[in-house]
């Protein structure tokens, strides 16, 4: 059975940093790219990061590069944001997913997490 828990959400004000991290768990780690994704209240959940597991391949949303950072740890099967500098806008629900390839769309995702809360106020 595959799972993935995110957890690191909270309430921050603008400017500070969080750091999200994603625990899989019944799938084969090397195989797969883990992403992240946020929704928003009212709005389409969108891309935020990609790694491959060799960490070698990422790529970010044009909205939170130069301040958001992707990161792995293959010995402990979990992938990481680590998020600077946030903003209100960035408030949203945050989940891990992983796919078979390199994706930016969420229909590509095989598996996801149940979310954690990230909360910016100004």
């Known amino acids: 059975q595959v799972q993935l828990v995110e957890s690191g959400g909270g309430l921050v004000q603008a400017g500070g940093s969080l750091r999200l991290s994603c625990a899989a768990s019944?799938?084969?780690?090397?195989?797969?790219?883990m992403g992240w994704f946020r929704q928003a209240p009212g709005k389409e959940r969108e891309f935020v990061a990609t790694?491959?597991?060799?960490?070698?391949?990422?790529v970010y949303a044009d909205s939170v590069k130069g301040r958001f950072t992707i990161s792995n740890n293959n010995a402990k099967n979990t992938v990481y944001l680590q998020m600077n500098s946030l903003k209100p806008e960035d408030t949203a629900v945050y989940y891990c997913?992983?796919?078979?390839?390199?994706?930016?769309?969420?229909?590509?995702?095989?598996?996801w997490g149940q979310g954690t809360q990230v909360t910016v106020s100004s």
């Open positions: 997913a992983a796919s078979g390839t390199q994706a930016l769309g969420a229909t590509l995702y095989d598996y």
């Open positions: 019944g799938l084969p780690f090397s195989t797969y790219y």
């Open positions: 790694i491959s597991w060799s960490g070698r391949r990422i």
